[in-house]
């Protein structure tokens, strides 16, 4: 086994593992360590950044009015009169903001691609003044922005016009959490990482994990269904939040912060808000399952001659690593590559067409080892694997995630960039990258695929020097229509927000479509809360 040529009786491989197919025959019969200091480095870099490192991408002078940049209308809203300052200033005092320096960074998404003109942001404390807030806006018809960490991809947590926007930041406090069931109980400001450890402290974890998490909020997570790093293992957060509190458009609360594993009374009314982006209801507490905390955890990443063999691979790491699988995420060539350029993080793995990284998660390292060491030696010995590097140490694994989870920060940096994040069969998951390289040509700078294998999850990327409408006239509907065909989706895991409500069609049918509307006029019928985004034909 691969632990036992590493160091006589040891099971489980030191830091890192290198292997390489080079020292296989049939079987593997040498590997060896090589030091951290030993590492390939790009020209420059500095030392290797750890997991959860903060994700900014780099600042453009200004960023468009969305209302300029794109052809969107204005509803017939009231706008903030001094009147309402005042009655704000009563219900939040010392917690309204109308400085407009203050109020830049929240009118501005996190990829710097829509800007909203608000003048006002309000920042409570409690349900309770989540429900004054929105009681005031409802009479008054003003319309209101709910604003988590600001993390989202698809504009969905800023204002077009000038929205109100309602900040959950100062809703930071953990209510309850028991260490029998390891049910946390949150407000919805509760950054993700300071929950992962709080938690962690006793002896549970988040059954999510995002690259953002050292600035997303809970409830943000929970109003996008996000779906993350852990979403393999743990499955989505329809299924793992048991509760929820939010506050309806009209102020009223609706409490339903059960802790209850199993309640089969009625509808399941927190479905409705799960995934709804803060258009039906502003999420303000939130009551989630944690699983327990794996003993033993190996990351392992791997080169891949094709993506043939990275489907190969996967399928061999089902069968083998089985319950202990957690993640098998995959990049291309090109994202590794700009992870090297534009953070100067080193790839410890020889180049290749496409890397695979995967994690296992368990409470035995013994049973656990014997199991990853069986998983590379055939993956390595049949050629699906041409080169890797393993770690089973806390700061290592968190370096080998790094090149994964800063991709998005990355490509920020290499320009304007235009996302998806689409659901597509597997075996089809990477033939839209290729098909869009011959497509736009020398108009994009790069077309890149990374994501989710294991749930069939693509983030397709492209970036170019600036923002072109002609670039954007190539990529939509096509990308779209090329989905569709497919019957995948044109969102996986981050919503529709602004720039993406006019593709929900392309995912469901008019029926449902007509559903949804329905339903948002009946939880909101004035429309106030977070308008212009998720259902088409808004404005």
Same mark, same amino acid.
């Given at each position: 086994m691969l632990?036992?040529?590493?160091?006589?009786?040891?099971?489980?491989?030191?830091?890192?593992?290198?292997?390489?197919?080079?020292?296989?025959?049939?079987?593997?019969?040498?590997?060896w360590l090589r030091g951290l200091g030993q590492w390939r480095r790009w020209p420059g870099g500095p030392s290797l950044a750890s997991r959860g490192c903060s994700s900014t991408p780099s600042r453009d002078p200004e960023v468009q009015l969305t209302c300029k940049r794109y052809p969107v209308r204005r509803l017939p809203f009231s706008t903030v009169s001094e009147e309402d300052l005042a009655a704000f200033q009563g219900i939040v005092p010392g917690r309204v903001i109308t400085d407009p320096e203050e109020l830049d960074p929240s009118n501005v998404d996190w990829l710097r691609s829509v800007r909203g003109?608000?003048?006002?942001?309000?920042?409570?404390?409690?349900?309770?003044?989540?429900?004054r807030i929105l009681r005031h806006c409802h009479a008054r018809n003003l319309a209101v922005t709910p604003q988590g960490g600001n993390t989202g991809m698809v504009g969905g947590s800023v204002p077009?016009?000038?929205?109100?926007?309602?900040?959950?930041?100062?809703?930071?406090?953990?209510?309850?959490?028991?260490?029998?069931?390891?049910?946390?109980?949150?407000?919805?400001?509760?950054?993700?990482?300071?929950?992962?450890?709080?938690?962690?402290q006793r002896g549970f974890i988040m059954p999510l994990d995002?690259?953002?998490?050292?600035?997303?909020?809970?409830?943000?997570?929970?109003?996008?269904?996000?779906?993350?790093?852990?979403?393999?293992?743990?499955? %989505?957060?329809?299924?793992? @939040? /048991? $509760?929820?509190?939010? =506050?309806?458009?009209?102020?009223?609360?609706?409490d339903c912060l059960t802790s209850l594993r199993k309640d089969n009374t009625g509808y399941d009314l927190k479905q409705l808000f799960i995934g709804s982006e803060g258009t039906l209801g502003v999420i303000t507490?939130?009551?989630?399952?944690?699983?327990?905390?794996?003993?033993?955890?190996?990351?392992?990443?791997?080169?891949?001659?094709?993506?043939?063999?990275?489907?190969?691979?996967?399928?061999?790491?089902?069968?083998?690593?089985?319950?202990?699988?957690?993640?098998?995420?995959?990049?291309?060539?090109?994202?590794?590559?700009?992870?090297?350029?534009?953070?100067?993080?080193?790839?410890?793995?020889?180049?290749?067409?496409?890397?695979?990284?995967?994690e296992t998660s368990g409470s035995s390292a013994r049973h656990d080892a014997e199991k990853m060491? %069986?998983?590379?030696?055939? @993956? /390595? $010995?049949?050629?699906? =694997?041409?080169?890797?590097?393993?770690?089973?140490?806390?700061k290592k694994v968190q370096v080998l995630w790094a090149l994964r989870e800063r991709i998005s920060e990355a490509l920020g940096r290499d320009g304007y960039v235009y996302k998806y994040d689409l659901s597509l069969p597997v075996e089809r998951l990477y033939d839209l990258v290729t098909d869009l390289r011959t497509r736009l040509g020398p108009r994009a700078k790069h077309v890149v695929g990374y994501g989710h294998l294991g749930d069939g999850n693509l983030h397709l990327n492209v970036t170019a020097e600036a923002f072109s409408a002609s670039l954007l006239?190539?990529?939509?509907?096509?990308?779209?229509?090329?989905?569709?065909?497919?019957?995948?989706s044109v969102s996986a895991e981050h919503g529709l927000g602004f720039r993406k409500k006019d593709a929900l069609g392309y995912s469901k049918p008019p029926v449902a479509v007509q559903l949804m509307q329905q339903l948002k006029a009946l939880l909101d019928p004035q429309g106030i809360l977070n308008p212009y985004k998720m259902l088409p034909g808004q404005a």
């Open positions: 632990g036992h040529c590493l160091r006589t009786g040891a099971m489980v491989p030191r830091w890192p593992v290198w292997l390489s197919r080079s020292s296989l025959g049939r079987r593997v019969a040498a590997c003109s608000s003048r006002v942001l309000l920042r409570p404390r409690t349900s309770e003044e989540v429900s077009v016009f000038d929205e109100i926007i309602l900040s959950t930041v100062l809703m930071n406090q953990v209510i309850s959490f028991h260490g029998v069931s390891g049910v946390l109980v949150c407000q919805a400001g509760c950054v993700l990482e300071e929950l992962s450890q709080h938690v962690e995002l690259g953002a998490k050292g600035s997303c909020h809970i409830g943000g997570n929970v109003a996008t269904n996000a779906g993350g790093l852990r979403f393999l293992r743990y499955g %989505s957060l329809r299924g793992t @939040v /048991l $509760g929820l509190e939010v =506050v309806l458009a009209d102020g009223t609360v609706l507490a939130v009551s989630l399952l944690c699983p327990p905390r794996p003993l033993a955890v190996n990351v392992a990443l791997l080169g891949c001659p094709g993506f043939a063999e990275v489907l190969q691979t996967f399928s061999t790491c089902k069968q083998v690593l089985g319950e202990i699988l957690s993640a098998f995420e995959f990049m291309d060539a090109e994202c590794v590559q700009l992870v090297g350029r534009h953070l100067h993080l080193a790839c410890p793995v020889r180049e290749s067409p496409f890397y695979v990284l995967v060491n %069986s998983f590379l030696e055939q @993956v /390595l $010995g049949s050629g699906l =694997v041409t080169d890797g590097t393993m770690a089973t140490d806390q006239g190539a990529l939509e509907p096509y990308v779209y229509e090329w989905t569709a065909a497919q019957r995948g």
